[in-house]
């Protein structure tokens, strides 16, 4: 017979399950300063911005077409404890949920010796975050620049001259906020690049780490500690290698769990390094060299776990596995470009991972979807890359927004849970298209069912995105010979375009 105690103890051990589920709970919705995602921009319709945002709250993606009183490119946000639109600024001005400038809130980013030229220059130029101490305060990051009257030959005509902060009191003025500090110096040093502002929580989840970076050969970044009396040490560090110019990286981030930090450059490859959250300090540098085919623009982000890094290059998208001892093995492709076109070829840009631990990317070019990675956390193409999966109502100008883990400590860095908004994704298997053989020497059979589509015609690119071969299709037929024997061996990605876009790509081995 079973004992009152033992059912004593179990009843107690589920009430303890369900508080701290609870507790859980209602600690993910406190800290949901990321679950807004502005974008849009002056494009197509005259002098209006077409606005729009990704809202993850109601644990569910959606897409909303909204008013907003600014465009987003090089733009800062942050959203309220409960997931609203709080603050945006691309510098100039700095607006409230409500499209209201803050009192105070105008001219921003704003150098000692240019009063203009507010806008920041480089991605992550703006980092906006929550006080642990002050829910109504928000401390703004950004470096301001100053335009040289007369520059030597081949010198830089624009210099950022200091990075700086301002501290916004949301809750002044009957709500609208007023900037309560503004402009303040961190540091001068006119060797500060473009961007590569970063930031994580300290050790004891309430203070915050900021990383900004310099092109410097003695001093690669400045780490400045904010807790609950400000701005309270700015140290130096000399780590890693130097960068080449001062443009910026093409991501730099933390993991969720504060204890990895990546930077990505399309020339110099990706840069690793641990991240004590305790002391501020950066060790463990590592330099991994990968083909990265040509890229220019490129992005990274890491996945929920932190295990896997993923890195877009213009065409290509890598997932880097911290787990694998082997180097050559750690970095695996998952996928290449469809060359699908959206007014612009959709390549791959800036990433973010999102509350609902999905990653998302903009395009290069601007279009009107973003990519996404569904399963961040699967190993190898497990993760499903889906390649313009999401469809937006408006044009995005290649634009992300940037967000540090605000829940370490506290709760998860995403909810799974929530609903996936589903779009568009064209793959061969939707048009039933098959390519043999493959390998091929000198001809190629392509077997495809173009009945009803305009304008088909077969393309085919080679690593480096050149087009060398373009050949018109005919509609009426199922099966396609197509001559490929004066193209050089190699890889080769192949696609079939129509007046639809891109309705099917893959790869092709020519030997």
């Known amino acids: 017979m079973i004992s009152r105690q033992f059912y004593n103890l179990y009843y107690m051990k589920l009430c303890f399950l369900i508080l701290n589920l609870l507790v859980c709970l209602l600690t993910q919705a406190q800290y949901k300063y990321d679950y807004t995602w502005a974008f849009g921009y002056d494009c197509c319709n005259g002098d209006e911005i077409d606005n729009f945002v990704l809202n993850f709250n109601d644990n569910k993606l959606k897409i909303d077409t909204v008013t907003l009183q600014e465009e987003f490119f090089r733009a800062g946000q942050i959203c309220e404890k409960n997931g609203e639109l709080a603050l945006y600024t691309r510098g100039c001005k700095l607006y409230n949920g409500k499209n209201q400038v803050l009192i105070n809130g105008d001219s921003l980013i704003q150098s000692d010796s240019m009063p203009y030229g507010c806008y920041p220059h480089g991605r992550q130029g703006i980092v906006m975050l929550s006080?642990?101490?002050?829910?109504d305060l928000v401390w703004i990051f950004y470096k301001s620049v100053f335009i040289r009257k007369k520059p030597l030959p081949g010198a830089n005509l624009i210099l950022r001259d200091a990075f700086r902060y301002s501290l916004v009191n949301k809750a002044f003025h009957s709500g609208i906020g007023e900037v309560i500090q503004k402009n303040k110096?961190?540091?001068h040093d006119t060797a500060l690049v473009y961007g590569d502002i970063t930031a994580t929580k300290h050790a004891n989840n309430k203070d915050w780490w900021i990383i900004s970076a310099t092109d410097k050969s003695d001093l690669n970044y400045y780490i400045v500690l904010l807790d609950r009396n400000g701005i309270s040490e700015i140290k130096t560090q000399k780590i890693g290698n130097k960068i080449n110019g001062l443009n910026g990286s093409d991501g730099f981030v933390f993991s969720p769990d504060g204890s990895r930090l990546a930077r990505f450059f399309y020339q110099d490859g990706l840069f690793l390094f641990d991240f004590d959250r305790q002391t501020g300090i950066l060790s463990n540098f590592r330099n991994i060299k990968f083909a990265n085919q040509n890229s220019v623009f490129g992005g990274?982000?890491?996945?929920?776990?932190?295990?896997?890094?993923?890195?877009?290059?213009?065409?290509?998208?890598?997932?880097?596995?911290?787990?694998?001892?082997?180097?050559?093995?750690?970095?695996?492709?998952?996928d290449y470009f469809d060359y699908f076109r959206d007014v612009f070829y959709t390549t791959f840009y800036t990433a973010q991972l999102g509350p609902d631990c999905k990653i998302y990317l903009a395009t290069n070019g601007g279009s009107k979807y973003l990519h996404v990675i569904k399963y961040p956390d699967n190993k190898g193409k497990s993760c499903e890359f889906v390649q313009h999966g999401i469809k937006l109502p408006f044009y995005n100008d290649n634009y992300m927004p940037y967000f540090p883990n605000f829940r370490?400590?506290?709760?998860?860095?995403?909810?799974s849970t929530i609903d996936f908004l589903?779009?568009?994704?064209?793959?061969?298997?939707?048009?039933?298209?098959?390519i043999?053989?493959?390998?091929?020497?000198?001809?190629?059979?392509?077997?495809?069912?173009?009945?009803?589509?305009?304008n088909p015609?077969?393309?085919?690119?080679?690593?480096?995105?050149?087009?060398?071969?373009?050949?018109?299709?005919?509609?009426?037929?199922?099966?396609?010979?197509?001559?490929i024997q004066t193209m050089p061996p190699?890889?080769?990605?192949?696609?079939?375009?129509?007046?639809e876009g891109v309705l099917a790509s893959g790869k092709l081995v020519i030997l």
């Open 131 to 135: 006080d642990a101490y002050n829910e």
């Open 185 to 187: 110096v961190i540091v």
């Open 300 to 334: 990274l982000a890491f996945s929920p776990s932190g295990r896997f890094l993923y890195i877009a290059t213009d065409t290509i998208l890598y997932q880097y596995d911290y787990l694998e001892t082997d180097s050559l093995q750690a970095m695996i492709e998952i």
């Open 408 to 415: 370490l400590g506290y709760a998860p860095v995403c909810d």
């Open 422 to 434: 589903t779009g568009t994704k064209y793959s061969p298997m939707d048009i039933g298209a098959h």
């Open 436 to 454: 043999y053989p493959n390998p091929c020497h000198d001809k190629v059979q392509l077997s495809v069912d173009l009945e009803s589509k305009l």
């Open 457 to 483: 015609f077969f393309m085919l690119h080679d690593l480096n995105s050149r087009q060398v071969l373009k050949t018109k299709l005919n509609s009426k037929l199922t099966s396609h010979e197509i001559d």
């Open 490 to 499: 190699g890889l080769y990605v192949y696609s079939i375009h129509t007046t």
